[in-house]
């Protein structure tokens, strides 16, 4: 760890240190109770960046533009700009967390200057809207948006944008906005957000559809450089990667917030700063730890929930197509078995595959001895210290 001001040179130097630690990333090894041999590779993807960091490894030097295609928002409704992306700013991925974030975002100021005629600013109708949409939202859905909150920006979270874009049809009711919009953003950020495989070509055509029916329901609207990545260069950002672009989303990161928020102010050391957020470090490098993580597995495995998805994205998954096409229900019917008993025997490898694990785990006695006695050194050095 280091405290330096985040600028090009610090964040260059940064990313070359990590190149070489991936260099040398080694494989694991372990062996299982059949005496088969597993052999686990690494593979480096680089997706946790944020928007100062891509401007700067992509060398962008003007912020207003986009890292992806160089375009500022004032061409974003211009369809004879092209807008083909860098290629080596596609491999940091796509943030779907805060583009459905801001995406919401955007709908709601979309709505705030709807009356505004013509569209321009009035802080009197300005401020009138506002507060009628978020009455309307908090009578529909319960929830307040767009309200200050001291050290933690707005209540505009990601948890507020997914409860709204599950049910689009009640939201566009909300907002007063056209309803196809709506529908059709919420739809793709469903997609992206399924962890399904998706005819790419299909939803790439979709996307386009969307943004330029944006632009041409709500001219005098700016699209925020967000939502603009996610319709116009979405489904170029996936096909990069081998897996569905949200198992490279920074969901996982974002949820860690709370938990360091705890260790930090109940778990570290009070003596100095330094202390704190070395405490922090720690326990988070050897809560990471694979054969802690996986204590409670099996159990978060047993609540896990399959998630139902509206018949518009579920046009977008890739499936096999049936060989016999003559009576449609009763092959539909037989799908949905296959994939029920598919899913079902994913879950039984799955849950065999741990179980073996968690096995070898239990029966490495002396590295899980070693475990122990850190974590009581580590206990018995922060008694002492406080």
């Known amino acids: 760890m280091s405290l330096e001001k985040e600028d090009c040179e610090s964040i260059t130097k940064e990313m070359k240190r990590l190149d070489k630690e991936i260099d040398k990333l080694n494989g694991y090894k372990f062996i299982l ?8 590779k690494y593979e480096i993807y680089k997706t946790m960046f944020d928007g100062k960091c891509v401007n700067s490894l992509v060398d962008n030097q ?23 992306p860098k290629e080596s700013s596609l491999s940091f991925g796509l943030s779907l967390l805060h583009a459905e974030i801001k995406a919401f975002k955007h709908l709601l100021h979309l709505s705030y ?14 401020k009138e809207r506002k507060f009628k949409i978020q009455r309307v939202l908090y009578e529909r859905f319960g929830i307040k948006v ?30 007063e906005l056209d309803s196809k919009l709506v529908e059709n953003l919420a739809y793709i950020i469903l997609c992206f957000k399924s962890k399904q495989t998706l005819d790419l070509d299909k939803l790439e055509k979709f996307c386009h559809e969307t943004y330029w029916y944006h632009y041409e329901k709500y001219k005098w609207s700016r699209m925020n450089p967000s939502t603009h990545k996610l319709l116009m260069h979405g489904c170029q950002i996936s096909r990069k990667f081998p897996l569905p672009i949200q198992y490279f989303s920074e969901d996982s990161s974002e949820a860690w917030h709370k938990l360091n ?8 050391r009070q003596t100095s700063h330094a202390n ?24 978060r495995l047993k609540f896990h929930r399959t998630k139902d998805y509206p018949d518009e994205v579920v046009d977008f998954f890739v499936r096999n197509t049936p060989k016999n096409t003559d009576d449609s ?43 122990k006695e850190s974590l009581a050194s580590m206990k018995e050095r922060h008694t002492a210290l406080c």
């Not at 948890?159 to 009711?173: G, Q």
Request: charged content about 25%; proline content about 4%; aromatic content about 6%.
């Open 329 to 371: 229900e009763k092959q539909t019917t037989k799908d949905r078995d296959e994939d029920n008993s598919s899913e079902t025997s994913d879950c039984d490898e799955v849950e065999t595959m741990i179980s073996a694990i968690a096995e070898q785990s239990r029966n490495n006695a002396t590295e899980l001895a070693e475990v």
């Open 33 to 40: 109770p059949n005496k088969k041999v597993v052999l686990v």
């Open 146 to 175: 767009d309200l200050c909150l001291q050290g933690h920006g707005t209540t505009n979270t990601g948890n507020l944008a997914r409860r709204c874009f599950i049910d689009p049809k009640l939201f566009d009711t909300c907002l």
């Open 261 to 268: 928020r705890r260790n930090f102010n109940n778990g570290s």
């Open 276 to 299: 704190r957020i070395l405490d922090v470090f720690n326990k988070a490098i050897y809560l990471s730890d694979p054969k802690i993580s996986m204590v409670h597995l099996q159990n």
């Open 62 to 84: 003007a912020t207003s533009r986009r890292p992806m295609c160089l375009k500022t928002a004032h061409q974003f409704g211009n369809s004879s700009i092209d807008f083909t």
């Open 113 to 126: 200057r709807l009356e505004l005629d013509p569209p321009g600013w009035d802080v009197h109708k300005f």
